[in-house]
């Protein structure tokens, strides 16, 4: 029987009987480059860590049993992994992509994916006809659920079904719900993207990123780009987002809880014009998010009235971090315009929702009556 998430996330990959790391609890770190080889013809099955390394191999055995994937691939950083897998494309091929993503994601395919001569169709993926975008030259569908920083909502089984019936690769980022919260997998997804820095290291102190997939071909094209590539993690590195993923479900529930709390606080100020967080029942994507994952999550969006207060409250906020990423122990506040989505277009930017007036927060570990108190401190100076 399968066991419960928390304890997934500690026992996974134990294997009885094992003695080669002497009983310890903390899987050791591998920190060597190569590997001496008994004889010629024999390995111990190590031969360069640019190939594997057994911290890192032990990591991506625990990330591909927690997406329920076959196989997992530990990249430098979030960005790595989803340029790796863009090595997929050839040039002329067509990919259909959410236009609500992750600003990085969005420079990579506007420079790097459009030089190599791939062709993109941006669509709002919740509400508009994904199937009427479809070219005979179409090859994968490619969403971030819920989208960064709107929290836009798609529904994976439904948008799987039109990728299978057009023999289409659907790729999700599951970076906002991580693994504990969302399995795109298991709703007919073939490829999942992580940036491993956020939940899964969870502590801000280190940079990780990871493709899973459940496909015998995709697993075997990733594997010879990430020898070829040599993008792999580090072991040092993969060390620390094991020790990050032991607590990633006491983390995840509460900054959970953090976050429905300063949602529905944040709904009470008039300095506030919208909230955006699936959690809300009024939210359009709500519904599917209770079909399709376990929790909401602790990403907020949200816009004040002017730019002037949004610059105000980043310059006041002092606990509550301004700062770039999410998903660590310590809450943050963001600037998409000039943070995340900075390398965004503005008429882009704008279509999607985000203004000089949008700010994004990602609530950690802290006791929520801290937060809500800084954030009335703030707002007090907002009148």
Known sequence: ????????????????????????????IYQTATYAHPGVGRSTGYDYSRLQNPTRDHLE????????????FALSTGMAAITLLFELFAPGDHIISESDLYGGSIRLFNNVSLKNQYEFTFLDCATQDIEAAIRPNTKAIYLETPTNPMMNVSDIAKIAEISKKHGLILIVDNTFLSPYFQNPLLLGADVVVHSGTKFLGGH??????????NRDDIIEKLRFLIKTTGAGL?????WLILRGIKTLGLRMERAQKNAIGLVNWLKKQPAVKAVFYPGLPEHPGHEIMKKQARGFGSMITFNVDTKDHALKILEEVKMIKYAESLGGTETLITYPTTQTHADVPEEIRLQNGITPCTLRLSTGIEDVEDLIAELEKVFATLE
Request: include cysteine; hydrophobic fraction near 35%.
């Open 1 to 28: 029987m399968d066991r419960g998430l928390n304890t997934r996330c500690l026992h996974l990959q134990e294997t009885e009987g094992k003695t080669e790391n002497y009983g310890a609890l903390s899987f050791p």
């Open 61 to 72: 055995r625990i990330v591909a049993g927690l997406e329920y994937g076959k196989e997992a």
């Open 204 to 213: 801000n102190d280190t940079l990780a990123g990871f493709i899973v997939t």
């Open 234 to 238: 580090a072991p040092f590195d993969s």
